[in-house]
């Protein structure tokens, strides 16, 4: 694989996604289990922000240390990207959000892109990038494609899995953006589903 995708080891990632998985688990555990794997998964998204440093005052006195000094945009993928968006708020509330409306017309494949609202100026900004399923690729690499248009510079992408295929379409169309992944299946079937995968994302996220 891609040395600049990274394939989450962390127990508690893999135990959550295998709930994912389970097609027994209900909208409610499916929906918390998606935004807490969100939440693991910007821990290692996030390690490369920027830093600058800082003078507080704790109540003991000065103490010098490191905030933030890059603003940080969660964009979400949607419909499936919102399940995640929910865990990266907890995670940094002051970020600001982006929606990306992009669905995949069922017989091509082929992403289609409907509805696109970003922050006004995201040139200095990490954009973290969300979607659950990366499957053939083809909606991240235009949700980036979207992203770098409007003048993003620093783009990560963070999914839950990714079958072999996309993983490896999205990173040579954009070699530049790291990609954070739970889990790498093998294949998709023949209607474009990852297997084993988990389903479709958004049904089960929205209980449709
Ligand atoms: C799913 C998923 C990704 C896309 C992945 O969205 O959330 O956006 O498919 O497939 P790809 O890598 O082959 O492009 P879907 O089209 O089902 O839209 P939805 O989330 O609105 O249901
Ligand atoms: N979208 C999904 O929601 N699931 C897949 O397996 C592939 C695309």
Redesign the pocket.
Known sequence: MNKNVFISKHPLVLAKIAGLRDKNTSVADFRRGMSEVGMLLAHDALANAGTKSAMVHTPLGPCKARVLSQDIVFAA?????LGMLDGLIKVHPQARIAHIG???DEST?K?VKYYVRLPDTIENSLVILA??????????AEAVEILKSRGAGRICFMGVIGARD?VKHLASAHPDVPIYIGAVDEKLNDD?YILPGLG????RMFGC
């Open positions: 993928i949607l419909r499936a990207g992009i669905y995949r494949l992403p979607d659950p399923m990366l499957a053939t690729g083809g909606s991240a996309g474009g479709d994302a958004g049904d």
